[in-house]
């Protein structure tokens, strides 16, 4: 469509040659070798740092100093596979050490900080001495608001960059659950031209373009044009990306995005309270029963009691990721039983090159 071929992603100096800014997946999902794929490929590839030093000896010991090891390292491996690539880390709010992550993330060189889970009101002045970009997960034009404002008052900055997370996202979404178990009443659309409203009036005040990217549902060429023709800049997309010979996740993860049905994409309850959306399995319906009642606490996010939760959402999503389907929670997005085939990242990036 030629209505878009002017389209391009820029944000501070960095531009990216294909619209699309891979999601970040933890635990352990995203990593380098995703991240670095997608980068090289044209695009902006994100390192997840939640858990991240899940596999480092120390782990268990000393968690936040575990992750901020594997920062360092899952950006260095990175930058060794894309040199001349967009490399960023999307660290959520809601994690307990955030600040140290943050600055860890800015301290070892990441292009971007990409940030949601809660309202990311601390993250520029944790950047403000580096050179690394920072972008706010929004879901609805009140949240951009109230970001957009605070920054501007307290820090004297817009953002560079802002993701539009919506309903068909997967992991823990913003959403309450009745509004996921019924999306098409949403009209999210006029949300995404809300939101555009709000960072327009930045844009101006700053006099600079901030660019915007969608994400939630994105799988093909033709919903990243219609993003676009909702004005948006970019796009977001991460459930693609899961079923990828690069992806840093073990190929029985991959596969059980390939064995899932419609039918099996649900909406399931995480520990710290927030609705997420995941491939349905005996984990999820042991979870229900309170048959895996946490052994330990990894001190991984801020609303969490150990006490009183069903399940420890580390161990779920580091079994996972390391292979145990079965006893492990698989986030996804709404498009996850689209996949039919393990791709090239190449191949994809391809697709979406404008």
Known sequence: MEIFMNKELKFGDRKATVPVIQGGMGVGVSLSGLAGAVAKAGGVGIISAAQIGFRDPDFDKDPAAANIRAIHEEIKKARQIAPEGIIGVNIMVATKPYASYVKAAADAGADLIISGAGLPLALPGLVKESGTSIAPIVSSAKSASVICKMWDRKDHRAPDLVIIEGPKAGGHLGFHKDQLLHIDTLDYDTEIKDILTVIKEYEIKYQRPIPVAVAGGIY??????????????????????????????????????????????????????MPGRAVHNRF???????????????????????????????DALVRAVQGDIDHGLLFCGTNAA?????????????????
Not at 340 to 350: A, G, L
């Open 220 to 273: 093909t060429r033709s919903d990243m044009d219609h993003a676009l023709a909702l004005g948006a800049d970019a796009v977001q997309m991460a459930t693609r990306f899961v079923t990828t010979h690069e992806c840093d996740a073990h190929p029985k993860y991959k596969q059980a995005y390939l064995n899932a049905s419609e039918a099996d994409i649900i909406i399931v309850d995480s520990p710290v309270g």
């Open 338 to 354: 689209r996949a039919d085939r393990i791709e090239h990242v190449s191949d994809i990036m391809q697709e979406f090159r404008l």
């Open 284 to 314: 999820v319906d042991e979870a229900a029963l309170n048959l895996h009642r946490p052994a330990r606490c990894h001190k991984c996010l801020e609303h969490c009691d150990p006490a009183h939760i069903p399940y420890c959402i580390t």
